[in-house]
C-alpha cells in the first residue's frame, strides 16, 4: 500500500551551487592558472552568475525554493595573503541579501574546492600553518557576512579534493600516485605528464594533507564561533555508501571503507561541528553484479540509495542537511525520476530518526564540471553558454510540485 511521507513545516528545499563552477571572471585562483597550463579546461565567464545572481534567485524563487547553497570564492576575498578585498566581501553581502529579500534561506560555503594563487603556490594545505591562514579568511568573512546567514559551511568534500590532486593526479596540485595509472576510474578527467609520486612518500603526503584539512576545519569552526556563537557551522562531507552483499569479506571490506572514506574524518572533527552537509552521489556494494541505469557521468543511477549514506550519518546526532545530490543528464529524461526517488530515500531515513533539515538539489545551474569543461549538465536551469539564455527544465517542475506538496508517496 503506498502511503504518503510528509516532511515536517520549515524543512529547507532548494538547490546548490559553487562559485567557480558558476561565477565566472575569477582571477589569482589556483584553477585558473592549471587552466593557463592546458591541464583542465578553460573556466572563462561560466554562466556569469557572479553578474546574473537576482535573475537566478528569481527563477529558484519562482520554483518554489526557500534555501540556496553558494560558495564564497577565496580568489577574490582574499586576492594576496592577509589582504582583503572590501569591495568583493561587499558582494557577497549582496548577494546574500538578494536571498533574504526572496526568504530563501543561505547555506554558504567558504571554500568550494579552489584556491587562491598565492596559497597554493607557497605550498597550499602542504603548509604547517594552513590551518591558521584558512581560519583568519573564515574569521574576516564570518564577521563580514554573520548578519545576513546562520549557516555555515567551512569547507567542501575534503575526502575528493585530497583523492584527486595528491592520489589520482586530475586537479590541481596533480600530484599522482604511480599506482593510479593502473586504475580504470568511472569519472573521466584529465590524466597528466607529471613525473608520478612514490608509493610511500605520495601517500604519506596525502594523509598529511587530510590531517591538515581536519585541523583546518577545526581551527575555523573555533574562529567563526567566536564571532558568531549562534551561527550553525559545519562542513560538507561527501559520503559514498558503502555495503556488501551476502558474503561476509565483502561486508568486512564495506565496513573498512565506511570508516576510510566517512568516519575516519567525521570522528576527528565531530565536537567542532553543529551540522553536517551531506553530498551524495554514489553507493557500491561489494559482489554484487548486477548493471544499471547510467547518468551521463557513466555513474550508476542510485537515487534512492541517499538513504544508506543519510544512515552512515545518523550515528552523529547532528542536525544533517543534503547539501547536494543530482545527476549529469543533458536530455533531461532521467532528473525528474533521480529528484523524486532521492527525496524518497530522504524522506525514508528521516522516518528512521535521520535529524535531516534540508535537501539541496545539486544543481540550480548548469556549471564546469571538474576537471571536463561544460558539458555534463546538472542544472535544474539549462545554460545556453553562447547568449547565457537560462531556460527552466521541465524535471525543475517535477522538484517544485515536491516542494509544494511537502512530501512524497512511497
Ligand atoms: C562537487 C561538485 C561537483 C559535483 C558533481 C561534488 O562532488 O562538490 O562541485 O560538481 O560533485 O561531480
Known sequence: MSKEIKFPAGFYWGAATSAFQVEG?????????????????????????????????????????????????????????????????????????????????????????????????????????????????????????GDLCVHISTMN??????????????????KRLA?????????????????????????R??????????????????????VLPDAQVGLVKQVIAFSGNWNPLNKLIAMFANYFWTHRFLRRIRRHCDEIGLNYYHCHEYGDKKSYKKTDMGWDARPDRIYDALMILKRYRKPIFISEAGVADSDDDLRGWYITEQVKGTARALSEGVPIIGHLYWSLLDN???????????????????????????????????????????
Open 157 to 174: 568534500e575534503p575526502y575528493v579534493f585530497t583523492g584527486q590532486g595528491w592520489l589520482r593526479g586530475a586537479w590541481p596540485p596533480f
Open 25 to 145: 571572471g575569477i582571477t589569482g585562483m589556483n584553477w585558473e592558472v592549471a587552466a593557463q597550463k592546458g591541464k583542465v579546461p578553460h573556466i572563462g565567464r561560466a554562466a556569469d552568475h557572479y553578474n546574473r545572481y537576482e535573475e537566478d534567485f528569481d527563477i529558484a524563487k519562482e520554483l518554489g525554493h526557500n534555501a540556496h547553497r553558494f560558495s564564497i570564492e577565496w580568489a577574490r576575498i582574499e586576492p594576496q595573503e592577509g589582504k582583503f578585498d572590501e569591495k568583493e566581501i561587499e558582494h557577497y553581502r549582496d548577494v546574500l541579501k538578494a536571498l533574504r529579500a526572496r526568504n530563501i534561506e543561505p547555506f554558504v560555503t567558504l571554500w568550494h574546492f579552489t584556491l587562491p594563487v598565492w596559497f597554493t603556490e607557497s605550498g597550499g594545505f602542504e603548509r604547517e600553518d594552513a590551518p591558521e591562514i584558512f581560519a583568519r579568511y573564515a574569521a574576516y568573512v564570518s564577521s563580514h557576512i
Open 179 to 203: 599506482v593510479m595509472d593502473k586504475v580504470s576510474f568511472t569519472n573521466p578527467g584529465v590524466l597528466h605528464e607529471d613525473a608520478p609520486q612514490g608509493f610511500v612518500s605520495g601517500v
Open 368 to 410: 564546469y564540471e571538474l576537471a571536463l569543461g561544460y558539458e555534463k549538465r546538472f542544472g535544474l536551469v539549462e545554460i545556453d553558454y553562447d547568449t547565457l539564455e537560462r531556460k527552466i527544465r521541465p524535471s525543475a517542475y517535477v522538484y517544485k510540485k515536491i516542494i509544494e506538496r511537502g512530501g512524497v508517496v512511497e
Open 205 to 226: 603526503t596525502y594523509l598529511t594533507v587530510l590531517s591538515t584539512l581536519a585541523r583546518s576545519h577545526k581551527a575555523a569552526y573555533t574562529a567563526i564561533k567566536k
